[in-house]
């Protein structure tokens, strides 16, 4: 086999209490199995002018 870049792509993601799970695969038949630490997510602000 000759070497080569692994060009990955990503066959599924699944988020854990660790983060975020991510199976990827080349076309060569390599498979590996990356975790991505967890984000925070920020909430959506109240639309403006709505008085109370």
Request: hydrophobic share 30%; charged share 25%; aromatic share 4%.
């Amino acid at each position: 086999m000759t070497e080569h870049e692994h060009r990955w792509t990503t066959d599924s993601t699944h988020t854990t209490s660790e983060g975020v799970v991510i199976y990827q695969r080349c076309r060569c038949g390599e498979h590996r199995v990356a975790l991505a630490a967890p984000t925070l997510q920020a909430r959506a602000a109240a639309p403006a002018g709505r008085g109370r």
